[in-house]
């Protein structure tokens, strides 16, 4: 790997401007030079060596948690309360065990595997990883590696991971809703073309409905909203203009989401669960504190951040696992957020 001053020759720069493009401290540079060494960087696969400064006679006792996550430009990570609660359990795991934890977020496997070989970790957790880009993790690094909420492509049954009975959770929702003789119901998602978790609460729910032979179109039923809150809630309101005549129930993936709409809706003078009814997934925070309560799928994020420490320590010590794909119940919570409709 070439050095600090190996670069600045070849970009025509002094060696404290290499460093300080790879420190971060690029306020007061030429972009036209701060993208000529950034370009070289990158073409000589320079890695720094922040790892060694910290690398100690057990070694670095270092765990980072790389979540994937492709929405900086809009809000950081750790908004949606369900992230935040599991990066804190994690942290309080990992510190309990004498390790620390060092947060990433990052949309790009090759981005993540460069940071991770520059600051020399022992373990790598890694929650809500595209399944297309599961095997590039594995296949360049030989560090201990946890997948948390992830589905595999076709072979990954010899990764680790802790995830959720996500299908049984958009079971559970489904079956509640058509018990209380909601019969014309829409889904609302962030993902054209969701995968992952997303996929599997869609997949149960559409299960159910076509096991009681509930009309259910994923064309027409199946509605896609903007991550980005200004558009979101205009989105929204275009909906109850629209489209919300049409049903009397809603599903959300997610409690942020769902709380989101209510809240909307509120401002624009349309009744939950008086007019249309609002269910979420995760039972977060938001779940309990808005109003109306959120009927929803309730899931343990301590228990989730535990099984995966615990699972990585044992890669860790070269320790067997016999469960590699650990599933984790779901249970629905009621609240008051759907209406039961008369019969």
Not at 176 to 199: C, M, N, S, T, W
């Amino acid at each position: 790997m070439p050095t600090i001053k190996e670069i600045a020759e070849i970009a025509g720069v002094s060696p404290s401007t290499v460093s300080n493009v790879i420190n971060g401290h690029t306020n007061k540079m030429r972009p036209d030079t701060l993208a000529k060494v950034q370009k070289i960087l990158k073409q000589e696969n320079y890695v720094s060596n922040m790892g060694g400064r910290l690398l100690a006679k057990n070694g670095s006792r270092l765990i980072v948690l790389i979540m994937t996550y492709t929405r900086r430009e809009e809000k950081n990570a750790v908004q949606d309360p369900f992230f935040s609660e599991l990066i804190g359990a994690l942290e309080q795991e990992i510190r309990e065990l004498g390790y620390f934890m060092i947060l990433y977020t990052s949309s790009s496997a090759e981005e993540s595997l460069r940071m991770v070989d520059a600051w020399n970790v022992e373990g790598i957790i890694l929650q809500g990883c595209a399944p297309w880009d599961c095997s590039t993790y594995m296949k360049n690094t030989h560090i201990p590696l946890v997948f948390i909420d992830t589905y595999f492509e076709e072979g990954g049954e010899k990764f680790i991971n802790i995830g959720l009975e996500d299908k049984r959770g958009g079971e559970l929702v489904a079956e509640h809703l058509i018990e209380q003789g909601h019969k014309r119901i829409a889904f609302l998602l962030d993902e054209q073309y969701p995968f992952g978790v997303d996929a599997e609460r869609l997949k149960g729910f559409m299960n159910i409905m076509k096991k009681h032979e509930i009309q259910f179109s994923s064309k027409d039923d199946f509605y896609v909203f903007s991550y980005r809150k200004k558009e979101r809630e205009a989105y929204f309101k275009e909906f109850a203009k629209t489209h919300l005549h049409k049903y009397t129930a809603l599903c959300f993936a997610s409690d942020f989401y769902a709380a989101d709409v209510v809240n909307t809706f509120r401002d624009i003078g349309v009744d939950v669960p008086e007019q249309v009814s609002i269910c979420g997934f995760d039972d977060n925070i938001f779940a309990s504190t808005c109003r109306p309560m959120l009927t929803t799928v309730r899931q343990d994020v301590t228990e989730k951040a535990k099984l995966a420490v615990n699972r990585l320590m044992q890669m860790i010590r070269n320790e067997p696992i016999e469960e590699k794909d650990t599933k984790l119940p779901v249970e629905l919570v009621v609240r008051d957020s759907i209406k039961r409709m008369k019969q």
